[in-house]
């Protein structure tokens, strides 16, 4: 069956350092993937995407993901983490034409 | 408006009411999806909207649950005797054919 899952619950950051968010995902053809944002009472906000192409992705707020079909991984990443990133994070990949499945996300704290 | 809009924003009722959310999804795009979050949890998959094709209604988790779309843009999604389980955020999200999703904030419902 299709799944995402993103084995962080919370991961807590200093201001500055860098971050990695994990999200491993089941599917059988190739995916599309995306990793959203959510701010409290938000809905939520596209960060990337990755169709095809170049592995390596790059998204709004300095973000960038890389796609790794060998350990069916989709792991994002920031070099400098800011204060204003602390939010859930949300993995998803492209289940079919329509279908999108959500990993349960990631509560990311930024501590000063 | 430029982006999703979801009313109510919050929404308390007592057990046994029913309920009606409102969508307002972007100009021009053709495809419409209903999800259910959950405290810690992912994005539940309610229904699906394109176009004026049959919806994909297999996510709704009962009978209680309908949802319609008029004229390819608003939809509403109703629940009727609400129970206390079905305390969550419900957010909305719609699509060009194929693109990323662009999501509401939510509409907040507390089943007392």
């Known amino acids: 069956a299709q799944s995402v899952t993103q084995p962080d619950i919370h991961i807590t950051v200093s201001e500055g350092a860098s971050l990695e968010l994990r999200c491993n995902y089941s599917?059988?053809?190739?995916?599309?993937l995306f990793w959203y944002v959510q701010s409290p009472g938000q809905g939520l906000q596209l960060l990337l995407k990755?169709?095809?192409?170049?592995?390596l992705v790059q998204g709004i707020k300095g973000f960038e993901a890389e796609f790794k079909r060998s350990q069916s991984s989709f792991n994002l990443r920031k070099p400098s983490v800011h204060w204003s990133d602390a939010a859930e994070y949300f993995c998803?990949?492209?289940?079919?034409?329509?279908?999108?499945?959500f990993g349960t996300g990631t509560r990311l704290k930024v501590l000063a | 408006g430029a982006g999703v809009s979801q009313s109510p924003s919050n929404k308390v009722t007592e057990k046994g009411k029913d309920v009606e959310l409102r969508c307002d999804p972007i100009?021009?795009?053709?495809?419409l999806y209903w999800y259910r979050q959950s405290l810690g949890q992912g994005l539940e998959f309610l229904i699906y909207?394109?176009?004026?094709?049959?919806?994909?209604k297999s996510g709704l988790p009962s009978d209680r649950f309908s949802a319609e779309r008029t004229g390819g843009s608003v939809s509403t999604l109703t629940i009727q005797r609400t129970q206390q389980e079905d305390s969550a955020v419900y957010l909305c999200?719609?699509?060009?054919?194929?693109?990323?999703?662009?999501f509401g904030d939510g509409t907040r419902l507390s089943i007392l």
């Open positions: 999200a719609s699509s060009p054919p194929g693109q990323p999703q662009h």
């Open positions: 909207f394109q176009g004026n094709s049959a919806p994909d």
């Open positions: 990755y169709f095809s192409g170049d592995t």
């Open positions: 100009s021009g795009h053709t495809a």
């Open positions: 599917y059988g053809a190739t995916p599309y």
């Open positions: 998803a990949v492209g289940a079919g034409t329509y279908k999108y499945i």
